[in-house]
């Protein structure tokens, strides 16, 4: 059986179509066609029926999909893990971060700790910060960065930085020093207040923004990126961590507006194990340097 065969019936078997098969998996449609054949004969089942210009798995299709994935995912696993023991790699740490950090301080930690520890070989996954929490605690993955507090009591949480949320609204292209400045109230009349980019001072924030301001539009965007992009093209304004805003406010894309009588909230960064392992342990103490905690 060759394992190439494998990867043309996964796809063909998700995408119900061979012409879809082939765009996917850069080869020409005949020899999508001639893959499944081979497999089928090597097998000796039929394992697709036609249904116009689609095809359908059959029964025996269904039944075998599931060890297909498998065998590719040993496969894969397998041959992974040889190619990083043959690049010196000896020891592995996945971790799983949100994207607000994965945008701002990932690049240079993972660096930084690579540079120092060549014989680890790190996997990054990005997630929101609830599914973080969960992929530790299943073992998905060893150790987290995230922005929220697990709820998951049998976790290790440790807080390690906090950063200053301020608020910030587009540049409007006039002179940023004869310019008056901006006044937050005329951002609460006549703009959209953009909400819940981050997992954890929204509730607290809006509660004390609707005390002092009555009439308050909002749209709920979840993603700081998107909401940073839709503040540079004029839609409205939002409240933001400051480590996310480094670049938009230093090359004058964004602005910071003071905001007198309102208190400003923390974000917080934690970091999550469920497990003491040396790999562990190592980014840890990295850490713990970078941000002296």
């Known amino acids: 059986?060759?394992?190439?065969?494998?990867?043309?019936?996964?796809?063909?078997?998700?995408?119900?179509?061979?012409?879809?098969?082939?765009?996917?998996?850069?080869?020409?449609?005949?020899?999508?066609?001639?893959?499944?054949?081979?497999?089928?004969?090597?097998?000796?089942?039929?394992?697709?029926?036609?249904?116009?210009?689609?095809?359908?798995?059959?029964?025996?299709?269904?039944?075998?999909?599931?060890?297909?994935?498998?065998?590719?995912?040993n496969y894969d696993r397998g041959t992974h893990d040889l190619l990083a023991w043959e690049q010196g790699y000896k020891r592995k740490l996945t971790i799983a971060?949100?994207?607000?950090?994965?945008?701002?301080?990932?690049?240079?930690?993972?660096?930084?700790?690579?540079?120092?520890h060549m014989d680890v070989e790190v996997i990054v996954q990005i997630k929101e910060s609830m599914e973080i929490s969960e992929m530790i605690e299943k073992g998905e993955a060893d150790l987290g960065l995230?922005?929220?507090k697990p709820v998951q009591g049998s976790l290790q949480v440790e807080k390690i930085k906090e950063d200053d949320?301020?608020?910030?609204?587009?540049?409007?292209?006039?002179?940023?020093?004869?310019?008056?400045?901006?006044?937050?109230?005329?951002?609460?009349?006549?703009?959209?207040?953009?909400?819940?980019?981050?997992?954890?001072?929204?509730?607290?924030?809006?509660n004390a923004i609707h005390v002092k301001y009555h009439k308050v539009r909002t749209m709920v965007v979840t993603q700081v990126h998107i909401t940073k992009k839709f503040i540079e093209e004029g839609l409205g304004f939002s409240f933001l961590p400051k480590i996310a805003l480094n670049r938009e406010l230093m090359e004058g894309r964004l602005l910071e507006v003071r905001t007198p009588g309102l208190k400003l909230p923390k974000a917080s960064t934690y970091i999550v194990t469920r497990a003491d392992t040396e790999e562990n342990r190592l980014f840890q103490d990295f850490l713990g340097e970078y941000f002296s905690y």
């Open 165 to 206: 949320v301020i608020c910030v609204c587009s540049h409007d292209g006039g002179d940023l020093e004869s310019s008056p400045p901006i006044d937050i109230h005329d951002l609460f009349e006549n703009q959209t207040l953009f909400t819940y980019n981050h997992p954890e001072y929204w509730d607290d924030l809006l």
């Open 146 to 148: 995230l922005q929220m």
């Open 1 to 73: 059986m060759n394992i190439n065969w494998l990867r043309t019936f996964i796809m063909a078997a998700e995408n119900e179509n061979f012409r879809k098969t082939a765009e996917k998996l850069y080869m020409a449609q005949p020899t999508v066609t001639a893959h499944i054949k081979q497999l089928e004969r090597d097998i000796g089942t039929q394992f697709f029926s036609r249904s116009g210009r689609n095809i359908v798995l059959t029964e025996a299709g269904r039944r075998f999909l599931p060890h297909a994935r498998l065998i590719l995912s």
């Open 97 to 116: 971060i949100s994207p607000l950090l994965a945008a701002s301080i990932l690049p240079y930690i993972i660096r930084q700790f690579m540079e120092r």
